[in-house]
Antibody, heavy 123, light 113 residues
Framework: EVQLQQSGPELVKPGASVKISCKTS????????MHWVKQSHGKSLEWIGG????????SYNQKFKGKATLTVDKSSSTAYMELRSLTSEDSAVYYC????????????????WGQGTSVTVSS | DIVMSQSPSSLAVSVGEKVTMSCKSS????????????LAWYQQKPGQSPKLLIY???TRESGVPDRFTGSGSGTDFTLTISSVKAEDLAVYYC?????????FGSGTKLEIK
């Protein structure tokens, strides 16, 4: 069974950084792209970026360049997203979501999602 | 960026009724080389993560009830629920995966009368 288990809620101060994890199981981690999605309270979904766990190659939404950094640890089948210089605008729930196979020529929908990690930025 | 527009923003229906919701993209999502539409539908129930319902505009994800049907091509897409159940209470989002950055619609909130 494919599972994406995210780290717990975070309360961080303005200007600080936070690193969220997404531990996977049930499939070969390096074979599928991992995406990250933001959902502000009561709002829609925003794609932050995606990472190829096999080679670490990344693609970012221009809006989140400089804000988010995506990395992976292949040894533990875990994806990470670090958010820096946090402001109240970054308070949201963040999801990791599995995309298509990394060797595909085309993009794919996101078929498995983590449970979400709530980040609250407050002094 | 491709802009995704959904309508209506919300609708209230009775159990057993048929529901249709619309999603329009600012450019075609039909890829000529494989004739696939790069459009997905997700269901997000209160307090839960989004769940993939439909991909390639009309392919039902494994385990999704057949009362959910996706249709459309190019820039105009529809999600139909043939006979709504109380458990279908959720927000439904469309998403294009034709090109980066992936983009989502603003969602259609389905309420049960």
């Amino acid at each position: 069974e494919v599972q994406l288990q995210q780290s717990g809620p975070e309360l961080v101060k303005p200007g600080a950084s936070v690193k969220i994890s997404c531990k996977t199981s049930g499939y070969t981690f390096t074979e599928y792209t991992m995406h990250w999605v933001k959902q502000s309270h009561g709002k829609s979904l925003e794609w932050i970026g995606g990472i190829n766990p096999n080679n670490g190659g990344t693609s970012y939404n221009q809006k989140f360049k400089g804000k988010a950094t995506l990395t992976v640890d292949k040894s533990s089948s875990t994806a990470y997203m670090e958010l820096r210089s946090l402001t109240s605008e970054d308070s949201a729930v963040y999801y990791c979501a599995r995309g298509g196979i990394t060797t595909a020529l085309y993009y794919y929908a996101m078929d498995y999602w983590g449970q979400g990690t709530s980040v609250t930025v407050s002094s | 960026d491709i802009v995704m527009s959904q309508s209506p923003s919300s609708l209230a229906v009775s159990v057993g009724e048929k529901v249709t919701m619309s999603c329009k993209s600012s450019q075609s999502l039909l890829y000529s080389s494989n004739q696939k539409n790069y459009l997905a539908w997700y269901q997000q129930k209160p307090g839960q993560s989004p769940k993939l319902l439909i991909y390639w505009a009309s392919t039902r994800e494994s385990g999704v009830p057949d009362r959910f049907t996706g249709s459309g091509s190019g820039t105009d897409f529809t999600l139909t629920i043939s006979s709504v159940k109380a458990e279908d209470l959720a927000v439904y989002y469309c998403q294009q995966y034709y090109s980066y950055p992936f983009t989502f619609g603003s969602g259609t909130k389905l309420e049960i009368k």
